[in-house]
């Protein structure tokens, strides 16, 4: 069974260029979590959904990022303008919301933002 | 003070020795916690729930201490495939998981 799917695996960018990733769920997982994980803050939510709908987005660094999840297989997450502090490893996670804690987590997409 | 702390490590142990490492919590309310692995440059991966009972799973013992507010992860007869980084979760309501900054782990033949 194919796991979560996250793509690119690797980015590098220039600061100031939009970037933006990209996640399949589980089929079957009706929630869905993006992260982003760095040496200095460890694993922190950014924002997660609930049947395709933002449930929680307060992780959101700021106004730069943005998440969407136009149906259930597919969700982006994008940083525009991107800054060299957004360089980290983001994953996203999914779960059956019956058994959220349980979470699946995808390979992760390595962001360089020079 | 962190929510969930945990010893950064590296605890570098001989294979087939016994190790275990704690992490405190500090939400006396929370319910449920967990621990995942982590391999290098991989993605967590849940390792066990941890139940108040305690649970075992093969090598691996899972404990609670709802009094002193921390768990730990035993692992007997250490391989060298146990070497990872272990996260210490806990369910923080709200479909948020709050996670430790993980303990590293470095099994040597």
């Known amino acids: 069974d194919a796991g979560v799917i996250q793509s690119p695996r690797h980015e590098v960018t220039e600061m100031g260029q939009e970037v933006t990733l990209r996640c399949k769920p589980i089929?079957?997982?009706?929630?869905l979590f993006w992260y982003r994980q760095t040496m200095m803050r460890g694993l922190e939510l950014l924002i997660y959904f609930n049947n395709n709908v933002p449930i929680d987005d307060s992780g959101m660094p700021e106004d730069r990022f943005s998440a969407k999840m136009p149906n259930a297989s597919f969700s982006t997450l994008k940083i525009q303008p991107s800054e060299p502090r957004d360089s980290a490893v983001y994953f996203c996670?999914?779960?059956?919301?019956?058994?959220?804690?349980?979470?699946?987590f995808g390979p992760g997409t390595r962001l360089l933002v020079l | 003070r962190k929510e969930v702390e945990q010893d950064p490590g590296p605890f570098n142990v001989p294979e087939g020795a016994t190790v275990a490492f704690n992490c405190t919590y500090s939400?006396?309310?929370?319910?449920?916690f967990f621990w995942y692995r982590q391999d290098c440059r991989k993605e967590p991966k849940l390792l066990m729930s941890?139940?108040?009972?305690?649970n075992e799973d093969g090598r691996f013992t899972a404990q609670l201490n709802r009094a002193s507010q921390y768990i730990s992860l035993l692992i007997r007869d250490s391989k060298l495939s146990d070497s990872a980084t272990y996260l210490c979760?806990?369910?923080?309501?709200?479909?948020?998981?709050?996670w430790g900054a993980g303990t590293k782990l470095i099994i040597k033949p």
């Open positions: 089929s079957g997982h009706n929630s």
């Open positions: 941890v139940y108040s009972s305690g």
């Open positions: 939400n006396s309310a929370s319910q449920s």
């Open positions: 996670a999914s779960s059956l919301a019956a058994s959220w804690e349980t979470q699946y």
């Open positions: 979760v806990v369910n923080g309501g709200n479909y948020q998981l709050i």
